[in-house]
């Protein structure tokens, strides 16, 4: 959703003014969770297009997967079943 080339050129000329550096952290897949993560390859060109345009950038690794703490894994357990995780709605007012 947010690796696009347009995304990448928008986070590069924010973070630039910062001095920043970007952790890129993929998300994981999570039962219930419409939403997927990147492919391994874009997340690396992604990272190296940041570099080429002058951000020092890192991709994290993963962790916490196997207790459903990974980044992106928002999953409920209750009982000893997971339950389908709902995205919030935005506030039309």
Same mark, same amino acid.
């Given at each position: 959703? @947010? %690796?696009?080339?347009?995304?990448?050129?928008?986070?590069?000329?924010?973070? /630039? %003014?910062? *001095?920043?550096? =970007?952790? $890129?952290?993929? $998300? @994981?897949?999570?039962?219930?969770?419409? #939403? &997927? +993560?990147? &492919?391994?390859? *874009? =997340? !690396?060109?992604?990272?190296? +297009?940041?570099?080429?345009? +002058?951000? @020092?950038?890192? #991709? *994290?690794?993963? /962790?916490?997967?196997?207790? %459903?703490?990974?980044? +992106?894994?928002?999953?409920? =357990?209750? @009982?000893?079943?997971?339950?389908? =995780? /709902? $995205?919030?709605?935005?506030? !039309? %007012?």
């Amino acid at each position: 959703m @947010n %690796d696009t080339d347009q995304a990448m050129f928008e986070l590069a000329h924010y973070a /630039r %003014d910062l *001095r920043a550096h =970007v952790n $890129l952290i993929p $998300l @994981n897949p999570t039962p219930g969770y419409l #939403v &997927r +993560g990147s &492919r391994p390859e *874009r =997340v !690396t060109e992604f990272r190296d +297009g940041l570099e080429e345009l +002058g951000i @020092n950038a890192t #991709v *994290r690794n993963t /962790r916490g997967r196997s207790i %459903d703490a990974a980044c +992106g894994q928002l999953a409920a =357990v209750t @009982n000893g079943r997971r339950a389908a =995780v /709902r $995205l919030r709605q935005r506030s !039309t %007012d």
